[in-house]
């Protein structure tokens, strides 16, 4: 009997260590957890824990308990929890007498295996407890923040992410990005969308289509939104589609569109791809509604606009061949722009214009022409067909900074359109 209990003994003391080098606690909140565990335990069994002193020791895993009992004589015992008799006191010192204290290291062990699974159970308990409200007090005051993950278990409705430190992170379908493809083992991105804490069992939820995760990543690729010299005044997403951002920034020195954009979209290409090629609009904020409502309809040309600021409208009035540009593909860009402003926009069609010699936007050509190609010859004023074919082609190449090929392509696309 010696040698089992003896053995519960150190598998007990072997559990400490486990705990204190597997569960990231410090010593001494890992001291407090031990000791509250023991009292406990004591508690349970005798009604109190006030004549026990608990001594922990996490360095070694070991600890002491000490039984603090009131000597009485013999027949007097009451409570059995802080009175010993007389007799028993001096089997362990002949010397003692009534009315003095004995104090007796005790053995944990000699209060037998339900004793000793209760109080592992109890720490085990407690152990969940502190972990939980780490948990939750570490990703309550992050949201609205990127997290890296590793991708660890992929279920239907559900991908299951470890953190660094093996915490477990939840990105659920709906927070998914279409096109998201995940595999075991590999490194993802997301937001920190919210923490729920029902039941104190904390669950931290991921997103990839919170407008949070775009405006996270400008603030990582672009030096002057994190410095705090551009404002994201506002984000407007169709996760995986196309999204639009209005920025401003108060030194007239810096473009605001051009530094997020980046030279040739240097800086916004790494963030498209993040996204699946998410189509991203980068437009200048301003408080002039009016025009505002203009710049989030781009690429489409407006010729008037009727607000009714009381219920948040927009009527908006284009020549019939802009009208299927401010609706975009699928109704994408005016839902965009909808959602980017806060009006709710009808667009019209303006048949008072005569249309016959109309020039056409560069925008238009953008099936043809690439994005880039069109932004660097609109970056020098030029934002028509008619107004690129009548600049001399050596002004084109030089001052968009464009190859000459690239310039003769664009002028042959040009060219034909009108011919035709």
């Known amino acids: 009997m010696a040698t089992k209990k003896a053995i519960e003994s150190v598998n007990l003391s072997d ?30 069994m005798y009604g109190h824990d006030d004549n026990f002193d608990v001594i922990v020791n996490p360095e070694k895993g070991d600890f002491e308990i000490y039984w603090n009992r009131t000597v009485v004589p013999d027949g007097e015992v009451e409570n059995e929890a802080a009175e010993i008799a007389l007799s028993d006191a001096q089997k362990e010192d002949p010397d003692y007498e009534v009315g003095e204290e004995l104090s007796k290291k005790v053995n944990f062990a000699d209060f037998g295996r339900r004793a000793i699974l209760n109080l592992r159970q109890t720490m085990a308990a407690k152990i969940l407890e502190l972990e939980h409200d780490n948990l939750y007090n570490k990703y309550a005051d992050k949201v609205g923040q990127i997290v890296n993950g590793e991708v660890y278990q992929i279920w239907k409705r559900e991908v299951l992410i470890l953190d660094d430190e093996g915490n477990e992170l939840l990105l659920p379908k709906s927070e998914q990005i279409p096109g998201d493809f995940f595999r075991k083992g590999e490194s993802t991105r997301a937001v920190i969308l919210r923490v729920d804490n029902a039941n104190s069992n904390p669950k931290i939820i991921l997103s990839r289509t919170s407008p949070d995760f775009l405006q ?39 473009d605001p569109v051009g530094a997020c954009v980046g030279v040739k979209g240097s800086r916004i290409h790494g963030i498209v791809r993040e996204l699946h090629n ?36 927009a009527s908006v009035y284009l020549l019939p061949d802009q009208v299927s540009l401010a609706i975009g593909k699928n109704g994408l860009n005016i839902k965009l722009a909808s959602m980017l402003t806060g009006y709710s926009i009808d667009v019209f069609r303006d048949l008072g214009s005569d249309s016959d010699n109309e020039d056409i936007y560069l925008d238009e050509f953008k099936d043809e022409i690439e994005d880039w190609v069109v932004e ?8 028509t067909a008619k107004s690129v074919l009548d600049t001399p082609r050596e002004v084109l190449i030089e001052k968009a900074d464009l190859e000459e090929g690239t310039v003769d392509e664009v002028l042959r696309i040009l060219r034909a359109e009108f011919e035709e």
Request: glycine share 2%; charged share 35%.
């Open 15 to 44: 559990t400490f260590k486990d705990f204190k080098e597997s569960k990231k606690i410090d010593k001494a909140t890992l001291v407090n957890v031990i000791e509250d565990s023991f009292r406990s335990v004591l508690q349970k």
């Open 376 to 383: 660097a010859i609109k970056n020098i004023g030029l934002d």
């Open 278 to 313: 998410e189509n991203i609009d980068v437009i200048n904020y301003t408080s002039n509604i009016k025009l505002y409502i203009q710049r989030a309809l781009s690429p489409a040309k407006i010729n008037s606009i009727s607000i009714d600021e009381e219920a948040k409208k």
């Open 216 to 254: 996270r990543l400008l603030e990582a690729e672009v030096p002057e939104i994190n410095d705090g010299l551009i404002i994201i005044h506002k984000i407007a997403r169709i996760p995986g589609e196309r999204a639009k951002i209005a920025v401003e920034s108060y030194n007239d020195r810096i």
